[in-house]
Each structure stands twice: as C-alpha cells, then as structure tokens.
C-alpha cells in the first residue's frame, strides 16, 4: 500500500482512537445509563468531555480536508511523489501530536501542530493542482 494511503488508514484509526476516548469521558461525566440514552437530557460536560470532544472535531474536520485528496492522488496516480508522500506524513504525525497535546490541555503549542497540519493538506492539495481543468 502507497504510505499516503497508509497515512489515511492511520488517520482513520486515530479518529477511531478518539471516538472511544470522548464515549468514555462521556460516560464518566454523564453516567453510561445516560449516555446510552438518547441522550436528549445531558447535563453539561465536565472539562475533559468538552475537550475530548473538540479534539475528535477537530481532527475529523481535517481528516475531511485530507482523506478525498489523498484518494484523488491515487486515482490520478499522483501518489508517490515528494510533496504528496511528505505532506500525508506531516498531517497524520501532526494530528498524533496535536490529539496528544489536546487532550493533555498544554496551552499555546497546539496550533503549532494543527498548522503542521494543514501544510501537510496544502502539499497535497499542490500536487494535485497542476491537474485540475475548469472547462
């Protein structure tokens, strides 16, 4: 499998990771009765189930961004290049660091990782470019 794939597999499998983080905050905060419910009535969210909740918005949202690029790299076949292999790369170890720092709560050093990111999406996103026609 081409690593910008398995960049995308990984990323998945981090959002995976996060799901079941934020379920289990969310039943420790509310109660696992609760939350098994249709949950209509939540009390608030404790801090920890507020965060893991941004984190695992967060990191969809750029998963969003990252995946159809990725997957139009490989219909294309402009995988396996430097900016396509170096910029799913930078996005999956990124999100790693920034779910870590996230859910830890470290302060001002997380958009730093959140912008490693996106750099990462915009190398792929510039490979792809020179094969876009809009007519």
């Known amino acids: 499998m081409p690593i910008e794939l398995t960049m995308l597999c990984a990323s998945v499998a981090l959002l995976f990771v996060l799901v079941i983080i934020q379920a289990t905050a969310g039943a420790q905060a ?31 949202e750029g998963l969003i961004l990252f995946a159809p690029l990725i997957l139009v790299a490989f219909a294309t076949n402009t995988i396996g290049g430097e900016f396509t292999v170096l910029g799913s790369q930078l996005f999956f170890y990124s999100r790693v660091a920034h779910a870590v720092i996230y859910l830890a709560g470290w302060p001002y ?27």
């Open 30 to 60: 509310q109660g696992a009765l609760v939350m098994a419910n249709a949950r209509d009535n939540l009390g608030p969210p404790s801090i920890w189930q507020a965060r893991t909740k941004r984190c695992v918005d967060n990191h969809r």
């Open 109 to 135: 050093i997380r958009p730093v990782f959140w912008t490693i990111g996106m750099v990462g999406i915009v190398m792929v996103f510039v490979a792809l470019a020179p094969l876009m026609k809009f007519s």
